[in-house]
């Protein structure tokens, strides 16, 4: 079955320190890949995106991620991170012949000042 | 930039009421869906919708839920008989393509069921 993990719920960092939020998945198909970010009582915003091609996607606010098929993982990465940053992550795989996004259960991240 | 918009951004109803949440998707998208999210737990899929029909659902949309396009602009969500479960923030999303472009999701309705 399709499954998306992120195997961290909460992560703490200090502002300024680097990040990274892991996500692996089972998809039978060709996965196309997803980060999207929630502030508090607001919506869904796409972060990057991996559809085929370089393996190390850039995002918006700093952030990249890197798609690996042998570990099938695609970890977001930021290497300083700032006090705005501190929302909830997550993962999500997509593919060819599904119209549905399949989510993780997301990763709270705090930024100590 | 252009973005899904929803309202409203909170519904609270009565058990068994029906309820519509509203969307306006980006103008030229022709792909649109509905998520939702229990409080504490994950986006979870319910049903997509291109030309005028559903073409996925999953197995939490039953027959309670419907789904429309009255017009050039609004798709709609419809829970014709709220139960206590059904509590929970619904995002709505458009794409323009299938597969080759990412969904981009409204701020979400939050529907408080009594």
């Keep these: 079955a399709q499954s998306v993990t992120q195997p961290d719920i909460h992560i703490t960092v200090s502002e300024g320190a680097s990040l990274e939020l892991r996500c692996n998945y089972s998809y039978g198909a060709t996965p196309y890949l997803f980060w999207y970010v929630q502030s508090p009582g607001q919506g869904l915003q796409l972060l990057l995106k991996y559809f085929s ?7 918006i606010k700093g952030f990249e991620a890197e798609f690996k098929r042998s570990q099938s993982s695609f970890n977001l990465r930021k290497p300083s991170v700032h006090w705005s940053d501190a929302a909830e992550y997550f993962c999500a795989v997509g593919a060819s012949g599904t119209y549905k996004y399949i989510f993780g259960t997301g990763t709270r991240l705090k930024v100590l000042a | 930039e252009p973005e899904v918009t929803q309202t409203p951004s909170h519904q609270v109803t009565q058990m068994g009421q029906e309820v519509i949440l509203r969307c306006v998707p980006i103008s030229n998208h022709l792909y649109f869906y509905w998520y939702r999210q229990i409080l504490g737990q994950k986006v979870e899929f319910l049903v997509s919708f291109y030309n005028n029909e559903i073409s996925e659902k999953s197995e939490i949309f039953d027959d309670q839920f419907s789904v429309e396009r009255p017009d050039g602009s609004n798709f709609t969500l419809k829970i014709r ?10 995002f709505c999303a458009s794409s323009d393509m299938r597969n080759d472009q990412p ?3 409204g701020d979400g309705t939050r529907l408080s069921i009594l």
Excluded at chain 1, 53 to 59: N, P, R, S
């Design chain 1, 53 to 59: 091609g370089d393996t190390l996607v850039q995002g």
């Design chain 2, 81 to 90: 008989s709220t139960k206590l479960e059904d509590s929970a923030m619904y």
């Design chain 2, 103 to 105: 969904q981009h999701f």
